[in-house]
């Protein structure tokens, strides 16, 4: 357990749906990133946020969008969903801002787009 | 961004020593380099993280040569349990910097 969790474990829904993934970081870490894994595919850095702020951007679409609450907590918000959206959705969290940190990932999220 | 490049799939028996090469020619002054494990459906895991030379941590040694354009994870005497992707990631300490995962190692290992 690497004390990220992820909700919900599985997400089953229709084309041109709205979704949110919900994050909870490890204690005490400030930064939280959000990956995507499509199947058989490598990961996919999408955003990371730090402290409530974003800190870095990677090819997150204009159909998805991510925040960072006060309690440190993070939703990735998936909207319009197409097919090719179906994928393993993880997020990770670490103690600090580096990008050398080691980051701890949650158990992911699996979203089917039917 | 420092990009990498990894052998597709590698195969090894149990007991074997294992060691998968990373290529990273454009790694810049502040890059660290960080290999992770990932089984089916589960989220990546930390192995061990380098800058420069060796570590060594229970579970594996990281080799990285002077000029740091590539690195070498070793994993010794391996078990059907080490079956898994392993990506090799390189990132900076600037935090604005988007992170890139490799494309994975897919080791196979057999009895």
């Known amino acids: 357990d690497s004390g990220v969790t992820q909700t919900p474990k599985h997400l089953i829904t229709a084309t041109g749906q709205r979704v949110t993934l919900r994050c909870s970081p490890r204690s005490g870490d400030l930064s939280v990133y959000w990956y995507q894994q499509s199947l058989d595919q490598g990961l996919q850095f999408l955003i990371q946020?730090?402290?409530?702020?974003?800190?870095a951007k990677g090819n997150i679409l204009e159909r998805f969008s991510a925040q960072q609450f006060p309690d440190l907590h993070s939703e990735l918000n998936l909207s319009s969903l197409e097919l090719g959206d179906s994928a393993l959705y993880f997020c990770a969290s670490s103690v600090e801002l580096a990008g050398a940190d080691t980051q701890y990932f949650g158990p992911g999220t699996r979203l089917t787009v039917l | 961004l420092a990009k990498t490049t990894q052998p597709i799939s590698m195969d090894s028996y149990e007991g074997q020593e294992v060691n998968i090469t990373c290529s990273h020619n454009n790694i810049a002054t502040n890059d660290y380099i960080t290999w992770y494990q990932q089984f089916p459906s589960q989220g990546p895991r930390f192995i061990i993280q380098g800058y420069k030379t060796k570590v060594t941590n229970e579970v594996a040694s990281l080799f990285i040569p002077a000029d740091r354009k590539s690195s070498t994870l070793s994993l010794p005497r391996v078990s059907l349990s080490d079956t898994a992707v392993y990506y090799c990631?390189?990132?900076?300490?600037?935090?604005?910097?988007?992170?890139?995962f490799g494309s994975g190692t897919r080791l196979q290992v057999q009895p």
């Open positions: 990631l390189v990132g900076g300490d600037t935090g604005r910097r988007a992170l890139t």
């Open positions: 946020y730090y402290n409530g702020e974003e800190r």
